[in-house]
């Protein structure tokens, strides 16, 4: 049970909670979603408790997020895409956060769940929608009908954008799902083959001697999760100032 | 139910070999797909996100807003400051020149005054001195004419007396006055 590799995404129930038919727990899951919040949330307002002019290292830190995401959406979404800063911010920061979180040994990882990354990405979608039919009413569906299109392939192409905006919630929800669950499925194969070779009786000694390869793996895997962590919670974000970008200017 | 556990058993035994499958994996097979959690895990990213919505958007944020903005303000402070300290610098640099420049001139002409002030006065005294030497060269130019002729009126006169010497005693007579002076008229004509 020690090196089933998807025993990490176990969800258990901390604290039962049944609603009728419904299941309302509070799980494993939810633990770090609010160890997640916490986390942030110190990072954050700890770290500018000094206020400092000069910043300390760690309010550094802050305000590189800070200037970093608020870079990321101006890029994107221009001035206006600030109205949205706080919750593209708090998106970032809560993938981010959940991302690396999940990096600790026995820690659950939130964003490993496809219904989480799924839940952001509909939240994204309909902050897109709503707001889009809200400033620009109808004329919010000119997305879908390019310019410069010839009359005849009208048809086509909008089929082809109305299809492509409706696979967004999908796509950036299982990149990020994906992106971590199999991350951690291989870093946690790898190093359990350390343990089972270092375990194995009928190897000889052979077992112990070759179990340095895994292990070294391992390693090499475990730097390139925290690279992919803090990936994937940028390309999240990227995508969503992208997204937030045609709802406030449809026409393209 | 039961084919999902038999799913499960192979993952687990394909990463361990001898492993057996956990109990909890007969609940749900893979956790992720498991839809029996999504209620639970919705209502609680649901309360978990929207906290960190709130506290993003009412207290992290605008804080670190304030403080870039604090920064940004006295850093366009410092810089105003600075500008204008460097206008007046140069302002004062322009006014030191300019003093510079009117002294040096002022300078230049008083130097000028003097030299020509100077010049005509040693140019005066020198003519001065130069009418005072010639007055004197005029004059003792003419005491050497008076002596001169004096001095040539005496010859005739010593001429005679040692004319009148040398013939004395050479004849033993002195010769009359009218003889010798007609004779030392004629030799010395």
């Known amino acids: 049970m020690a090196q089933d590799p998807i025993h990490q995404f176990q969800i258990s129930k901390i604290i039962p909670i049944e609603v009728g038919s419904l299941d ?12 997640t919040v916490a986390v942030t949330s110190l990072f954050l307002i700890m770290g500018t ?30 001035n206006e895409g600030m109205r949205f800063f706080p919750f593209v911010f708090s998106l970032f920061m809560f993938v981010l956060i959940a991302n690396l979180l999940g990096m600790f040994p026995y820690f659950f990882t939130v964003t490993s769940h496809i ?17 889009g039919f809200a400033k620009h009413g109808t004329k919010f569906l000119g997305l879908f009908v390019p310019h410069g299109v010839p009359g ?38 790898f190093t359990g083959f350390v343990v089972s070779l270092l375990a194995s009786e009928s190897l000889g000694l052979f077992g112990p001697v070759t179990s340095i390869l895994p292990l070294i793996m391992g390693v090499a895997l475990t730097g390139l999760e925290f690279l992919v962590a803090f990936l994937q919670a940028y390309v999240f974000t990227v995508l969503t100032c992208m997204y937030l970008n045609d709802a406030l200017h449809p026409s393209h | 139910m039961a084919t999902t556990q038999a799913a499960s058993e192979t993952t687990g035994e394909h990463a361990a070999g001898t492993e057996v499958p956990s109990d909890a994996h007969a609940t749900g ?13 919705i209502l609680w990213l649901a309360i978990t996100f929207g906290l960190l919505y709130w506290i993003m958007n009412k207290v992290a944020l605008p804080r670190i807003a304030g403080i870039l903005e604090d920064r940004r303000d006295r850093i366009a402070g410092d810089l105003a400051e600075a500008n204008r300290l460097k206008q007046e610098g140069d302002a004062a640099v322009a006014a030191y020149e300019q003093a510079l420049a009117e002294a040096r001139n002022r300078a230049h002409g008083i130097a000028h005054d003097t ?28 005491r050497i004419g008076e002596i001169k002729t004096e001095a040539l009126s005496h010859v005739s006169e010593i001429a005679t007396d040692t004319a009148t010497a040398l013939v004395e005693s050479l004849i033993g007579k002195a010769p009359t006055k009218t003889e010798l002076s007609k004779a030392v008229d004629g030799a010395m004509k």
């Open chain 2, 115 to 142: 030299r020509e002030k100077l010049k005509a006065e040693t140019e005066a005294r020198r003519n001065e001195a130069e009418e005072g030497l010639s007055k004197k060269l005029a004059e003792a130019e003419a």
């Open chain 1, 49 to 78: 408790s000094g206020r400092g002019l000069v910043p300390s290292r760690w309010q550094s830190m802050v305000e590189m997020s800070y200037e970093f995401v608020a870079s990321t959406l101006r890029s994107s979404a221009g």
């Open chain 1, 24 to 35: 309302l727990s509070f799980t494993n899951s939810a633990l770090f979603m609010v160890a």
């Open chain 1, 115 to 131: 219904i989480v990354t799924f839940a952001l990405a509909m939240l994204v979608i309909s902050t897109v929608v709503v707001y």
């Open chain 1, 152 to 189: 005849a392939l009208i048809p086509l192409v909008t089929l082809i954008e109305v299809i492509s905006f409706l696979s967004r919630p999908i796509s950036l929800s299982v990149r990020l799902f994906a992106n971590m669950l199999a991350g951690h499925i291989t870093l946690k194969v």
């Open chain 2, 29 to 41: 097979g893979f956790p992720p797909f498991n839809s029996e959690t999504f209620a639970s895990q």
